[in-house]
T-cell receptor
Framework: GDSVTQMEGPVTLSEEAFLTINCTYT??????LFWYVQYPGEGLQLLLK?????DKGSNKGFEATYRKETTSFHLEKGSVQVSDSAVYFC?????????????FGQGTTLQVKP | KAGVTQTPRYLIKTRGQQVTLSCSPI?????VSWYQQTPGQGLQFLFE???????NKGNFPGRFSGRQFSNSRSEMNVSTLELGDSALYLC?????????????FGPGTRLTVL
C-alpha cells in the first residue's frame, strides 16, 4: 500500500552542522510530497512541498527535491540552529481519488545542541 | 488571515463517556480533515469533509464520527471512549480542490481518557 518511510531518530547535531533527514515513499501515480515540522506542544506547520518530479521545495534554509526515480524526498539544511529542534514529518498526498488524506512517515526528532 | 483554530485545547474524560471536538478552518477553505496522533501509531487519518459531505474515511471504528456545517466549521465526536483514544487530535483545512493543495493544521486538542 501507499506509505512513507523516514529515517529513525533521534538525530542529534551540533549548531551549524549539516542536516539530512531521509524520506522515501511508495505510492501509485504522482503524489504531492510535503515536509511538516512540529514543535513541542504545537500542531504541524508546513515546512515545504513539491508537487511534481524534480521540483525543489525550500523554506527557512530547508530544501528537499522530489526524486521520482528513487522515490525520495530527503530534507536538508546547510547549517542548523538550536531553534530547529523539533519533530519533522514527511508526508504524501495521492493524485488519484480526490482525497484530502495525507499519509505520514513516523517522524524524526531533531535535537540541536549549542 | 486567521489560522485553523481548535477547541477545546485540552480534555479529560473517563471511559464510556463521549466527547465532541471543534475545528474552525481558515476562511475560504472548504475541506477539513481530522487526524489522530499517538506515540505508538503516529499520525493517522480519520476523515475528511468537503462542503458538508464526508469525502474520505480512514480505518477507525464507527465510534468516531464527524460533521461539517455550512460555514465549513467541523466537529468530531467520539462515543464510548476507551483508554486507547487518548491522543492529540489535529484538524487541517485546505481549499480541497486538488491534490497539490496545502493542508494547514490547527494546534490540536489533547484528549486524555482515564
Amino acid at each position: 500500500g501507499d506509505s512513507v518511510t523516514q529515517m529513525e531518530g533521534p538525530v542529534t547535531l551540533s549548531e551549524e552542522a549539516f542536516l539530512t533527514i531521509n524520506c522515501t515513499y511508495t505510492a501509485t501515480g504522482y503524489p504531492s510530497l510535503f515536509w511538516y515540522v512540529q514543535y513541542p506542544g504545537e500542531g504541524l506547520q508546513l515546512l515545504l512541498k513539491a508537487t511534481k518530479a524534480d521540483d525543489k521545495g525550500s523554506n527557512k534554509g530547508f530544501e528537499a527535491t522530489y526524486r521520482k526515480e528513487t522515490t525520495s524526498f530527503h530534507l536538508e539544511k546547510g547549517s542548523v540552529q538550536v531553534s530547529d529542534s523539533a519533530v519533522y514529518f514527511c508526508a504524501l498526498r495521492l493524485s488519484s481519488g480526490n482525497t484530502g488524506k495525507l499519509i505520514f512517515g513516523q517522524g524524526t526528532t531533531l535535537q540541536v545542541k549549542p | 488571515k486567521a489560522g485553523v483554530t481548535q477547541t477545546p485545547r485540552y480534555l479529560i474524560k473517563t471511559r464510556g463517556q463521549q466527547v465532541t471536538l471543534s475545528c474552525s478552518p481558515i476562511s475560504g477553505h472548504r475541506s477539513v480533515s481530522w487526524y489522530q496522533q499517538t506515540p505508538g501509531q503516529g499520525l493517522q487519518f480519520l476523515f475528511e469533509y468537503f462542503s458538508e459531505t464526508q469525502r474520505n474515511k480512514g480505518n477507525f471504528p464507527g465510534r468516531f464520527s464527524g460533521r461539517q456545517f455550512s460555514n465549513s466549521r467541523s466537529e468530531m465526536n467520539v462515543s464510548t471512549l476507551e483508554l486507547g483514544d487518548s491522543a492529540l487530535y489535529l484538524c487541517a483545512s485546505s481549499l480541497g480542490l486538488t491534490y497539490t493543495d496545502t493542508q494547514y493544521f490547527g494546534p490540536g486538542t489533547r484528549l486524555t481518557v482515564l
